[in-house]
């Protein structure tokens, strides 16, 4: 079906080390004298002259033809650790378990971060659900990757959301934004993450090489999506009035416009992103271009805004060591 030469090429791109190559060798199928065939396998394994000569490692092909597939999914897991530490944390009072926080590089702590007293059975019921989608999607991150996953950063899940809603003008100068403090706020920051979250996998499906990697990754965006549009859903319904101590607006709608143009202002020049309104005030709860086509962010312009920073960065906001891989620093805008 395939020649050597080309099913070697595809599996030095689809990981960051040999282990992963054979790993996705295994869940693509092509174990013992498949595809490739064991001549191949074992050129791959020890370069020995029988078979296609010696590939560059994964990081060398990741400087000459930028980064690979597997750098790619470890920047999509130090999200999906912020997103499921964030739901976990506001659903059932702690994060993930020490088990799935391990990998390369440095492992940090999570600071902040509680159970919500929601009011509402259907926000409650959103968020478990959300809360179990990020667990799954960080523990299918870390088995895809295997020993090339890296490790859970830091994450302030406290004095970021300040910040964030102090830029936003959601919070008077002085007064904190407790995203953990009621309903309302723990929906506003959950608007922070979904909408990042859904620009990101678009973004990033360019750079995945591997179909099967790629076809996994187009699963998280939809998912991601989904949640983007129930949470959204959810400002748009919400018109309580003044909200949260020290929190300035009318309603959530509004809100949500204001947390809209802060992300604008870190991640360039373009004004893409969409609060839960149009400029008319109708419901705008699908963000899309005027061929209703989602939006994407680059990686470094994901890390403008998790950094909390319009400029190049290797740490910042809620990740205050930085993320863990290759992709690591935010763009110059």
């Known amino acids: 079906m395939f020649g050597k030469r080309y099913a070697a090429s595809m599996i030095n791109r689809s990981a960051e080390n040999d282990q992963d190559r054979r790993r996705f060798l295994k869940a693509a199928g092509m ?5 490739v065939g064991a001549g191949a396998l074992g050129g791959l394994a020890t370069g020995t002259a029988s078979a296609a000569p010696a590939r560059p490692s ?6 000459s033809a930028g980064v690979s597939d597997g750098a790619v999914l470890n920047f999509a897991l130090n999200l999906e650790y912020l997103e499921a530490e964030f739901y976990l944390h506001a659903v059932t009072g702690k994060g993930l378990a020490d088990s799935m926080t391990t990998g390369t590089g440095t492992r940090g702590g999570v600071t902040g971060g509680r159970a919500v007293r929601f009011k509402t059975k259907a926000a409650k019921q959103y968020a478990q659900e959300i809360a179990g989608d990020e667990k799954a999607h960080v523990q299918f991150l870390r088995s895809a990757l295997g020993s090339a996953a890296v490790s859970r950063p830091a ?17 008077k100068p002085g007064h904190s934004f407790d995203a953990f403090a009621c309903e309302e706020n723990f929906l506003l920051a959950a608007f922070l993450f979904e909408d990042v979250g859904v620009t990101a996998y678009k973004g990033a499906a360019p750079l995945i ?40 607006g009318r309603d959530l709608r509004e ?20 609060g839960v309104i149009d400029s008319r005030g109708n419901a705008n709860i699908v963000p899309t271009d005027a061929n209703g086509i989602a939006y994407s962010r680059s990686p470094g312009q994901v890390l ?14 809620f990740f205050p060591k930085g993320v863990n891989g290759e992709v690591n620093t935010s763009a110059a805008n």
């Open 304 to 317: 403008n805004i998790v950094y909390l920073t319009n400029k190049a960065a290797t740490s910042g906001g």
């Open 155 to 171: 994450i302030d899940l406290r004095s970021s959301f300040t910040a964030a809603a102090q830029a936003a003008g959601l919070v």
């Open 255 to 274: 809100a949500s416009v204001k947390l809209s143009n802060a992300r604008d202002s870190l991640d360039g020049p373009t004004d893409d992103d969409q």
């Open 209 to 248: 090489s591997n179909k099967t990697y790629l076809e996994a990754a187009a699963g998280i965006l939809a998912v991601e999506a989904y949640h983007a549009g129930n949470i959204r859903s959810a400002l748009y319904q919400h018109t309580d009035g003044i909200f949260g101590l020290g929190l300035l």
């Open 58 to 63: 994964a990081t060398a092909a990741a400087a």
């Open 31 to 35: 174990t013992g004298l498949g595809v």
